[in-house]
């Protein structure tokens, strides 16, 4: 009877100093205090790493907004042509359109590179197939599981800082080597709207034709040759225009990403928190009564 | 009359970009430095035939090659 009685409690005295490095098997059910404490330590780390993502996120957005209000005045700048000259896309039967998609390389920054895929994807279904340019390596991973065979051209290496014009100006020349003639070019981007909203929106770059039908045109008074390269530098202003302000778009939508992931990771800290301290509270309420059930018992005796 | 840099080949972008990059070289050390910033590119392209990627290539040594071929 005494040798039964007593075990448990001399189990129990064995095992307490060990006790706060390996919680003991009666917290069955419960996970114990280290995987908890593993826990609570990786999801430290994870808070600092968003955190950390955040700070550079948003020292980042004030330079790429600073470069979109300048980018957003070359681009409207270059379009006033068009406007005061009315060019419209000519309606054709034969059309061959074109879209750009600027996106790109990096995630981590919430939906903005799928929403311009969805946005890709629902013209195409909306007025048939579009030839592709793609601008970024995401949204080109995204389109070609769904688009592979429109698209033409994919470019990568964008969006490490702030984008330039040089490359714009190096992604417009190559899309005009293209072997195809577009009777129109639309360019996809996101357009800041404020630091939390973003809209997929398209920017109209208008062929040679176009330009040439256009009703006012012809009170520029400029030569036929030199259409060819105004189409080309308002395509590199036009580029520019997008590829800056979604870079804009970019890290603002970083920022917003890693700040929601910073405090999510502290909503989840304060809540381990409470059950490491609630667990290691049970753990040393169950040896403390297996040890006074012990000794009470033996006392007995 | 069309303009020599149009006979050598070169669009009217590259025509820009090499007249910056000449502007750019002529400033003076400390600006020069911060403004040549601005024109680096070092952007990768493929083609894509048939739903297909091909292999990617820097985008500044195709355009240049492109337009040498058409420069005849």
């Known amino acids: ?36 404490e593993g826990r609570l330590k990786s999801i430290r780390n994870i808070e600092k790493i968003t955190n950390t993502m955040k700070v550079v996120a948003s020292t ?11 980018s957003r005045n070359y681009g409207q700048t270059s379009n006033e042509v068009f406007e005061a000259a009315e060019t419209k896309v000519p309606e054709t039967e034969q059309k061959k359109s074109l879209v750009i998609v600027c996106s790109s390389d990096k995630g981590l920054c919430g939906g903005i590179h799928s929403g311009l895929s969805r ?13 592709l340019v793609i601008v970024g390596e995401k949204a080109k991973a ?20 702030v984008p330039t014009f040089a490359d714009a100006q190096a992604i417009a020349d190559q899309i005009s080597l293209l072997p195809t003639e577009y009777t129109d070019v ?62 804009a778009c970019e890290q603002s939508a970083r920022r917003n990403a890693m700040d929601n992931a910073s405090k999510n990771a502290g909503e989840m800290i304060g809540k381990y928190q409470i059950l490491y301290n609630r667990t290691r509270q049970a753990v040393i309420t169950g040896e403390l009564v297996e040890i006074i059930t012990g000794a009470t018992a033996s006392a007995d005796m | ?24 070289r002529s400033l003076k050390e400390d600006k020069r430095i911060i403004a040549e910033r601005r024109g680096e590119t070092d952007l990768k392209f493929s083609k894509w035939q048939n739903g297909k990627a091909g292999e990617a290539q820097n985008l500044e040594k195709a355009n240049t090659a492109a337009m040498a071929e058409s420069a005849s």
Request: hydrophobic share 45%; proline share 2%; net charge positive.
């Open chain 1, 119 to 131: 946005r890709t994807r629902r013209l195409i279904a909306e007025e048939g197939d579009h030839d």
């Open chain 2, 1 to 24: 009359m069309t303009a020599v840099w149009k006979a050598a080949g070169l669009t009217y972008n590259r025509y820009l970009a090499i007249a910056a990059r000449a502007a750019r």
């Open chain 1, 186 to 247: 639309k360019i996809l981007y996101n357009k800041f709207i404020n630091a939390t909203s973003y809209e997929a929106t398209f920017i109209e770059a208008f062929s040679e034709e176009a330009i040439l039908a256009s009703p006012n045109f012809s009170a520029f008074e400029v030569e036929d040759e030199v259409i060819g390269n105004l189409r080309e530098y308002s395509l590199a202003n036009s580029l520019y225009w997008a590829l800056a302000e979604g870079h």
């Open chain 1, 1 to 36: 009877m005494l040798s039964r009685a007593a075990r448990p409690a001399l189990r129990a005295a064995v095992a307490a100093p060990a006790r706060v490095a390996a919680a003991p098997s009666t917290a069955a059910g419960y996970a114990t205090l280290r995987e908890i």
């Open chain 1, 142 to 161: 995204q389109l070609s599981r769904s688009n592979a065979n429109n698209i033409q051209l994919s470019f990568a290496g964008i969006g490490k800082d």
């Open chain 1, 60 to 70: 980042k957005l004030t330079r790429a907004q600073r470069a979109m209000d300048t």
